[in-house]
């Protein structure tokens, strides 16, 4: 780190893995941040890390991640690579001892991601996962109500996820996403996870969780419809079905207490509704043009002592294993 004093240090980062996902949602966050810069980025394809780097204004690129990761002008690590590589990059970051943050899910498995958590946990080293959600205004206001008791004591929430099999499922073009060996949940795996963990964040951990996966359509290797219940440690019950085969679209979670319900969507950027006593509201929050805009400044704030970050690698570990027992992995 460059300076003497907290408040003003620099942190330099690398990003590992300069794909779709660090061009708008990511990236940009980083280099907004006060305090962090994008020292240098790496992708297998130098060709395109040296474009990548060019275009938003990156002083060094690599194609070999070992570089980056040992490279003695780097503090911290994004890994921005697809899941089934997290845990062996990870594990890298930790040896090499910096700064991590990890894309969502932590790993394919709660296995992967516990290691993955014990490696960074045993050098006290901060490891930080990229389930914004958590630190994005929209949710903290649903939080908000909640802690407020503005529907009572909570008694159950269901989230309902369906879509209809995307033109790239149908023409059997590859997608990492629903690789088996990559994802072995399918778009579960990509999507899922962000809404469970968002209602761990929401209603507490979860302490009891079944479910049933299968293949309907036969389009890839993944799964591709989902259906589970559960029980989160305070009573509170749950329950959610994701069907990727669907002929409809919907995105709806309802949370459900002793005096109102709270309606809003996981992935669209629809109003948060309220319903209690007083009546029915509205309210519309939008998402930053950087979605990870808000989860990368409290990491900045975490690293300065200031403010804990709410997505760490115990809390996405966590996740991992809600993700696995629903899946039928333990």
Known sequence: MTDNTDNTKIIRWGILG???????????????????????VMRRDAEKAADYAKRHNINKYYSDADDLINDPEIDAIYIATP????????????????ICCIEKPLAPSYKESLEIHEAFKAKSIPLFTAYY?????????????????????????????????????????????????????????????????????????????????????G???A??????????????????????????????????????????????NDPIKLSHEAGES?????????VQLHHVERMREHLLGNLAHPSNGLTASHTSWVMDKILGNL
């Open 83 to 98: 899941p089934d590589t997290h845990h062996f990059y990870g594990l890298k970051v930790a040896l090499a001892g910096k």
């Open 219 to 221: 389009l890839y290797s």
């Open 282 to 290: 509205e309210l519309f929050i939008e998402h930053p043009e950087n």
């Open 133 to 217: 959600r958590r630190t994005l205004p929209r949710f903290v206001q649903i939080k908000t109500w909640l802690d407020n008791n503005e529907i009572g004591e909570v008694r159950s929430i269901r989230w309902n996820l369906t879509k209809s099999a995307s033109a790239q499922d149908l023409s059997g073009a590859y997608n990492w996403r629903t690789d088996a060996n990559v994802a072995p949940g399918g778009y579960f795996d990509d999507l899922a996870s962000h809404g469970l963990d968002l209602f761990i964040f929401l209603l507490g951990d979860i302490h009891e969780v079944s479910g049933y996966s299968l293949n309907q359509q």
């Open 223 to 268: 799964k591709d419809t989902v259906t589970a219940c559960w029980l989160h440690k305070s009573g509170i019950t749950g329950n959610g079905n994701w069907n990727f085969g669907s002929n409809n679209q919907e995105d709806r979670v309802e949370i459900s207490g002793s005096k109102g319900k709270i309606t809003f969507s996981i992935f669209e």
């Open 18 to 40: 300069c794909g779709n996902v660090t061009e708008l949602k990511s990236g940009p966050a980083y280099q907004k941040t006060v305090g962090f810069i994008i020292e240098a």
